[in-house]
């Protein structure tokens, strides 16, 4: 009978063996993961061009926290609805004798600079409120405080408007500049203002404008027109409405309907706060829309709710001709032309979308 064989001793591993082998099973499983992770991705029709392998989903967009509103109550703010009309060409020309205006609307939004106190009195008497535009984002080399400005405080020049540069908005010069601005239209006796171009960080300024810079610009001007009681508006700029909405009181938006954007401007209406919505029709005030007006499928496609200007609801929208003269159609219909000023003014008007 054969003898049993006696089982050889294992030697038990020693803690330097031990710590390799997880070593290389901690590798192992990366390597797997990393692998199914690839082949996952790998094929996928990535077509919202965000390279996050989330068809047609972009990534989460970073939340704009709003800034605080101001702590002043205001004598005058605008009302969702208020009819208005808007002359930057020109300032308006009144007489002694006018006991109403043409058109016969709630508010004026007029040139700061172009526009005599006498002339916004008159308004006042007349039961008008009168709005104050000046640009805030730009340089125009023909205003009378042009000089002022630091060469290092313009970039690039305004694509279309000769004469006109982005300014550095974070400059303490232009702030400066700016601030002497808001404290004329108090002095001349304006209930609001209505400062431009302050969406730089949509074009190409030269000066590496932002978001942020915009926001900061806004809260800036906030700070300077709440103590003397002006109301405030947002000129276009839709990316930053989230973060400034309490800082202002009315929008002025320029071709929502034209380029199907009505709906970002929606949350100022949401917030009990007016969109004086401009439109600028092909022919606008030429020949005999002069005076019987555009056709009627341009004014439906322009003022209807659906469509491009979907989102529009309650948006008090004018019909005008590019350089913002006298001229005007509402959404009825209804065309009038205010008498201005041709011997004043004449700067070529607004219109700096983008």
Known sequence: MASEEKPSSRRPWSLRRKLVLGVLIALLIIGLALGLGLGLTIGRDDSDGDDDGDDNNPPPTTTVSPLPPPNTTFPWVPKVNDTWQIILAHPPLLSSSDTTTTPNVSIFDIDLFDTPAETIKQLHDLGKKVICYFSAGSYEDWRPDAGNFEPEDLGKGLDGWPGEKWLAVKSENVRKIIRSRV????????????????????????????????????????????????????????????????????????????????????????????????????????????????????????????????????????????????????????????????????????????
């Not at 404290?183 to 190409?204: I, L, R, S």
């Not at 202002?248 to 970002?264: I, K, L, R």
């Not at 913002?324 to 032309?337: A, F, I, R, S």
Request: aromatic share 6%; hydrophobic share 30%.
């Open 183 to 354: 404290q004329m239209a108090k002095d001349k006796g304006c209930d609001g203002v209505d400062p431009d171009n302050v969406d730089g960080y949509q074009n190409d300024n030269g000066l590496d404008l932002t978001q942020d810079d915009s926001i900061s610009f806004m809260s800036y001007l906030s700070s300077i027109t709440a103590p003397l009681n002006l109301t405030m508006g947002l000129k276009n700029a839709g990316d930053i409405i989230p973060a400034v909405l309490p800082l202002v009181h009315f929008s002025v938006n320029e071709q929502c309907a034209q380029y199907g954007e009505c709906t970002t401007f929606k949350p100022f209406i949401d917030a009990g706060k007016p969109v004086f919505h401009i439109e600028y029709p092909d022919g606008a005030g030429e020949g005999e829309v002069q005076t019987q007006g555009l056709q009627e499928d341009v004014v439906k496609k322009l003022c209807g709710k659906d469509g491009n200007a979907a989102g529009s609801e309650g948006f008090s929208t004018v019909l005008k001709k590019m350089e913002l003269d006298g001229w005007v159609e509402y959404c009825d219909g209804n065309v009038q032309t205010t008498s201005v000023n041709e011997t004043a003014g004449n700067h070529g008007g607004d219109s700096k979308r983008r």
